[in-house]
């Protein structure tokens, strides 16, 4: 059995900002599932789906979209080239989502629907920021349950801010 990549960063360390794109090598395992469309719509979905911090937030109320189930994912991912270096990531996909068609929609529609990832976690702080930083992506830094392959400081969650160089990760 293989080990998680080390977070190999220390709460002193400085982010070191990689912008996209990124040109990586990694080993994907993804795990597909179906989510029935009850068991979407049971409050418990978004609590089950999203981060505690995160389930509060805009894109996770109905008004940006609401869980309709179907192919759902996990995907366990192994980057051993990155521009910051070898990391693991864990991504969770929940099904798809119903949400309001934009302006300008030219298929006539009043709602789309599309499939959503709801947590991504990352094993390494750096990848967390830049993540943040130029994708937006709402990446989360983990532990395993022995705590083991990060730092004890990295397990919070890296906040999207106006200057995530100011977010003291």
Known sequence: MTSIAPDTTTAGDTITPCPPPWLCKATIY???YWTPAAAAKDPAFASAHY??????????????GTPRGGLSM??????TETPTGPYDELVILPGSFEYPAPDGD???KKTLTAPRISRIYV????TCWNGRKSEYQLNTVGTTKDGASVSSDAARVCAKGPDPGKMGV
């Open 30 to 32: 993804a795990f597909a």
């Open 106 to 108: 030219k298929s006539g």
């Open 74 to 79: 996990i995907q366990l991912i192994r980057y």
């Open 123 to 126: 094993s390494q702080r750096n």
């Open 51 to 64: 981060a505690p911090l995160e389930r509060e937030a805009p894109f996770a109320s109905p008004e940006w």
